[in-house]
């Protein structure tokens, strides 16, 4: 089964970044074919609001090629894991420029789920949905609206699952590797 | 009181987009009230150094920034974002967030393509959250559902359906210039559906047909490129 890493670490962010080693070496080892896909290394412009991978292309962005291969990826993924520095409560930009050019995997049309208008599956299957936040200590308002924030994603891309951890920088590799274990388990387990 | 007010507009359509035209008509309503204004897209200036700089400076320049964006995936654009970052952390790097020196205010302008505007409250607490961490006033947070029956046109010119919009944004603008926050009237006023819910989706679902026709994509809007 395939596991698709968002890694949206910056530059130099060396907390993330082992993060990313310890998660991509954990999901290995669970049998997940794993990948991980350093965002700021990819060539990707921001999405342009058109909404061309609606109505233009369905399904695909039509202006950008490193968008349509992301799409894909995250199409044939089983889990897709959000790694990133917690920015006020949120995505990093580096993963946010990936996630923007992901609404084509979604219909444009309307439909309403838990009594709120979401947009409509376009695909039978989709990945269940695990994040891992990084920050510098704890920040219970910070971490509340980042739970809320992959809630929400979890909902938006139809996740069959979705688990939410924190890790905090300088923390070792074995409280690491203890914190994907339990975002792989609660994923898997609500599948 | 505030002397100098800055629109930044987050949507990537610039001045095409609705969060141009909402955040556009309040610095107009400041703007009547004394108060010199500019605007600035945030994308384009992000391309380069020479425009990131412009933006950060422009950021300093002003003791009111107006915040204005789509919301994209539950949550703020990542240009939105970026310059978030690069504003917090100069702010940071001068010792104005160690200092707690509350010298600017911040209002944020959400729009979404959801009917409903609760859709924007985690943007909205985002962009609470970089104001508290980078020593900013919040001035408040404005949300809008249904925002693609406005689709960047200017509110003036929006009809009745804008009409509550309009009035938001004048009390805010009120509030504003006096030096107060965003009164919780004019928060709720946002927030009031342009149309109800059905109303939103039907048109909207007919929408989607008719821009894809367009393209002679209509026929194939439920396709799956990558399996099933």
């Known amino acids: 089964m395939r596991a698709l890493i968002l890694n949206g670490a910056a530059e130099g962010d060396a907390a993330v970044e082992f993060a990313g080693e310890v998660l991509s070496g954990e999901l290995s080892g669970m049998g997940w074919d794993t990948e991980m896909v350093r965002l700021r290394e990819l060539q990707l412009a921001p999405c342009a609001g058109d909404f061309w991978c609606w109505v233009r292309t369905p399904g695909m962005c039509f202006v950008d090629a490193n968008a349509r291969t992301l799409t894909e990826k995250v199409v044939r993924a089983r889990l897709l894991v959000l790694l990133t520095r917690m920015t006020f409560g949120g995505y990093s930009s580096e993963l946010k420029r990936g996630l923007d050019h992901l609404i084509g995997v979604m219909l444009p049309h309307f439909t309403k789920i838990g009594g709120e208008v979401r947009h409509e599956k376009r695909y039978e299957r989709y990945p269940s949905l695990a994040a891992l936040g990084v920050l510098r200590h704890l920040d219970q308002e910070s971490e509340r609206i980042f739970r809320t924030l992959v809630e929400r994603n979890a909902i938006n891309l139809h996740s069959p699952a979705h688990a939410v951890r924190f890790a905090y920088d300088l923390e070792g590799q074995d409280v690491l590797r203890e914190c994907v274990h339990g975002l792989v388990a609660k994923a898997e387990v609500e599948r | 009181m505030i002397e100098r007010a800055l629109l930044l507009v987050g949507s990537p359509k610039g001045p095409k987009s609705t969060s141009d035209a909402l955040g556009g008509y309040l610095l107009a309503r400041l703007a009547e009230r004394g108060i010199e204004t500019e605007t600035l897209m945030i994308t384009p200036l992000l391309a380069s150094e ?17 915040l204005a964006f789509p919301l994209y995936f539950d949550t703020l654009p990542a240009p939105v974002i970026r310059f978030m970052e690069l504003f917090h952390a100069e702010r940071a790097a001068d010792g104005r967030v160690q200092a707690r020196s509350n010298e600017q205010r911040l209002v944020a302008i959400v729009n979404c393509g959801f009917p409903e505007a609760r859709h924007c409250d985690t943007a909205l607490a985002i962009t609470r959250r970089f104001a508290v961490e980078s020593s900013i006033e919040r001035a408040g947070g404005l949300a809008l559902g249904g925002g693609g029956a406005i689709g960047g046109k200017r509110l003036e010119a929006a009809g009745g359906m804008a009409r509550a919009a309009r009035r938001s944004l004048d009390i805010a603008a009120d509030a504003l210039a006096a030096g107060k926050s965003v009164p919780d009237e004019a928060l709720r006023l946002m927030a009031k559906p ?28 439920r396709r799956r490129p990558f399996g099933d």
Do not use: I
């Open chain 2, 194 to 221: 342009l149309m109800p819910a059905w109303l939103y989706s039907t048109v909207g679902n007919l929408g989607w047909w008719w821009q894809a026709r367009r393209w002679r994509a209509h026929r194939m809007l």
């Open chain 2, 50 to 66: 020479e425009g990131t700089q412009r933006l950060c400076t422009a950021a300093d320049w002003a003791d009111l920034l107006v």
